[in-house]
């Protein structure tokens, strides 16, 4: 199993360009989310899938859209990127509740816009 | 919304040397889950606490969940290099099963 697999590793955009984050699980798990993170700030949610078919506002959804595309696939799509949009991205997913419901992370998509 | 703040922020320990990192929300918890990122990677988890007073051990880490269900710690015996990397608790709201909000973290470095 490959567990969370995130595409790109790295990435530099210009102010304005678009581009789209993608995010693959083959753990059969139901839940998944889209974090950034910023030194000094932890994690943030941007949206989260609790199921195939629904997706839900985090705590930082402005500047993001996302698609669930499957069970196993979810995308974060940046329309017009900003350099407040400079940050590592991670991927997660959850299996059903009933289980710890822990969260596993894929190895992040470090953005930078200039 | 939720706010799950952690402290300290950085610690520097010299191995073997004990550490304790503390978390606190804003609201009353389900359950709490622990993670540990080593640097330039990502999250693992390590523990969940569900009950009210719950303590945890693995190895040299012991975790609580306060009476209050608010509160959590987590803490180190005799640190070593390997313990390196910054830890966060998330924070599980009854209702909200599939969110977690995770702490601002705190991050250990450890000296020989």
């Known amino acids: 199993n490959a567990g969370v697999t995130q595409t790109p590793k790295f990435q530099v955009l210009k102010t304005g360009q678009s581009m789209t984050l993608q995010c693959a699980q083959d753990?059969?798990?139901?839940?998944m989310y889209w974090y950034r993170q910023d030194p000094g700030m932890g994690l943030r949610l941007i949206y989260y899938s609790a199921s195939e078919g629904t997706t839900d506002k985090g705590e930082v959804p402005n500047g993001y859209n996302v698609s669930r595309l499957n069970k196993r696939e979810f995308s974060l799509r940046l329309e017009s990127a900003a350099p407040s949009q400079t940050s590592v991205y991670f991927c997660?997913?959850?299996?059903?509740?009933?289980?710890?419901?822990?969260?596993?992370f894929g190895p992040g998509t470090r953005l930078t816009v200039t | 919304g939720q706010q799950v703040m952690q402290i300290p922020q950085y610690q520097h320990v010299q191995e073997g040397e004990d550490f304790t990192t503390y978390c606190n929300s804003s609201t009353t918890l389900s359950n709490i889950q622990w993670y540990k990122q080593r640097p330039g990677g990502h999250p693992v988890f390590l523990i969940q606490l569900v009950k009210s007073g719950e303590v945890k051990k693995q190895k040299r880490l012991t975790f609580q969940f306060g009476e209050a269900k608010k509160n959590s710690s987590l803490h180190i015996t005799a640190t070593q290099t390997t313990d390196v990397g910054t830890y966060f608790c998330?924070?599980?709201?009854?209702?909200?099963?599939?969110?977690?909000?995770f702490g601002t973290g705190t991050r250990l470095q450890v000296t020989l």
């Open positions: 753990m059969n798990h139901n839940s």
């Open positions: 997660a997913s959850s299996p059903p509740l009933g289980h710890f419901y822990e969260q596993y």
């Open positions: 998330a924070g599980r709201n009854t209702g909200t099963a599939s969110k977690l909000t």
